[in-house]
């Protein structure tokens, strides 16, 4: 496997309130995480980089070979934890009081992927030159798509498209959607917050994902595209490539 994590700020916003990572164990698993941070002043900030701090710090203290039962009991398990530290701290520092962040995070081996959900980050699968979302969007105008009270072309333009119904940090309590699905040499999961699936449709990310760039190009023309179609929100990217197929740079 192969993983690269990248993060943009966009071309409007002040700072970036995204983050994430791509942390392989030396057992071969790889944990992969994006998380869109919200708040006050600052605040998205430091609820997405404890996010991303507090899982990676739990994943480097495991040296377990995950099985899937395994993998979905630590994502559900440290997901929880995390959002309790993010919770309490909010609640200490008036400064961050109403802080949150989206989270989407992956264990991956050769055999399988789990992964889980809170917010509208999303986890994708790319396979056999098909991209599939993985993920419901934990939002307002995700679920009036869910109930047929409005259609998806609806859905992106909706004035209240940005509220959320699940976020880590804004309870002392979540919920957390996990999932294990298998992939084969070839595929590709890719991770993100919605400053890129606001600005590139489903089609315009597959097109991309089928051809014979490395990770690190695809990810830098998604970056790169969303800006040119406006940029308004940070872009985060978390690619990871099961056995990287044999390439050329470009």
């Known amino acids: ?5 990248r993060t943009d700020i966009g071309k409007l916003r002040a700072h970036n309130e995204d983050n994430g990572a791509v942390v ?4 071969g698993q790889m944990l992969a995480l994006v998380a869109d941070g ?3 002043h600052q605040a998205g900030d430091v609820a997405s980089k404890m996010t991303r701090d507090g899982m990676v ?32 701290y909010a609640q200490s520092n008036p400064q961050c009081e109403g802080m949150g962040t989206t989270l989407v995070a992956a264990i991956c081996s050769d055999e399988f992927v789990t992964f889980s959900n809170v917010g509208d980050s999303r986890v994708y699968i790319y396979d056999d030159n098909k991209l599939k979302q993985m993920t419901d969007d934990h939002s ?9 009270q409005i259609s998806e072309s609806e859905a992106e333009h909706h004035p209240r498209k940005n509220v959320l ?6 309870d002392n309590t979540i919920d957390v959607d996990v999932e294990t699905i298998s992939w084969k040499e070839g595929a590709i999961l890719l991770l993100c917050s919605d400053g890129l699936t606001n600005k590139l449709s489903d089609q315009e990310i597959e097109t991309r994902l089928n051809g014979d760039e490395t990770i690190s190009s695809i990810s830098e023309h998604l970056v790169n595209q969303a800006n040119d179609y406006g ?3 940070n872009i985060t990217i978390t690619l990871v490539r099961h056995q990287a197929k044999d390439v050329s740079p470009t």
């Not at 307002?140 to 798509?145: A, F, P, S």
Request: net charge negative; aromatic share 10%; glycine share 12%.
């Open 1 to 5: 496997m192969e993983g690269i994590f």
């Open 24 to 27: 392989e164990n030396t057992l």
């Open 38 to 40: 919200m708040g006050g």
């Open 57 to 88: 710090k739990h994943w480097n203290e495991n040296n377990i070979f995950f099985t899937p039962k395994d993998a979905e009991r630590w994502l559900l398990e440290t997901v929880t934890k995390v959002n309790q530290e993010l919770y309490h």
């Open 140 to 148: 307002l105008v995700g679920e009036l798509v869910r109930t047929g």
């Open 165 to 170: 119904l699940r976020a880590l940090g804004t």
């Open 231 to 233: 940029g308004e929100d």
